[in-house]
C-alpha cells in the first residue's frame, strides 16, 4: 500500500505562482511513474503532467504547457508541481497519482494509488 499526501494548495490571485508537493509512503517510490490530475467543479478528473521513474521524461497537458513543471526527487521520495503564471481556469482539486504501468502519458485507469487530494482556487 502506497500513501500519497497533498499539500501546497490555496488561493492565489491570477498571474501567481504555487507549488504542490507530494509526499509518498512507499520504500519504490522510483517504481513508480508520478503524475498529476486536476479535477475542476463539474467536470471530469483530467491529466496535467507526467514524469518517468526516475525524472528524465515529462510530458504536459497542452493547457499548461510553459506554465507547470514537474519534478521529484527520489532521496524524499517526492514529486512537485510548479505552477506559473495562473489563470482562472486553472482552478480545481488537484491530485497526486502513482503507477507501475508504463503507459506514456500516465492516465487515470493506470493510477493504483491516489491522494486526497488539493484545493487550487485562482481569482481573476
Known amino acids: 500500500q502506497v500513501q500519497l499526501v497533498e499539500s501546497g494548495g490555496g488561493l492565489v490571485q491570477a498571474g501567481g505562482s504555487l507549488r504542490l508537493s507530494c509526499a509518498a509512503s512507499a520504500r519504490t517510490f522510483s517504481s513508480y511513474v508520478m503524475g498529476w490530475f486536476r479535477q475542476a467543479p463539474g467536470k471530469e478528473r483530467e491529466f496535467v503532467a507526467h514524469?518517468?521513474?526516475?525524472?528524465?521524461?515529462?510530458y504536459y497537458v497542452d493547457s499548461v504547457k510553459g506554465r507547470f513543471t514537474i519534478s521529484r526527487d527520489n532521496a524524499k521520495n517526492t514529486v512537485s508541481l510548479q505552477m506559473n503564471s495562473l489563470k482562472p481556469e486553472d482552478t480545481a482539486v488537484y491530485y497526486c497519482?502513482?503507477?507501475?504501468?508504463?503507459?506514456?502519458?500516465?492516465?487515470?485507469?493506470?493510477?493504483?494509488?491516489w491522494g486526497q487530494g488539493t484545493q487550487v482556487t485562482v481569482s481573476s
Open positions: 497519482a502513482a503507477a507501475r504501468s508504463s503507459y506514456y502519458p500516465i492516465r487515470s485507469r493506470d493510477v493504483d494509488y
Open positions: 514524469i518517468s521513474r526516475r525524472g528524465g521524461s515529462t
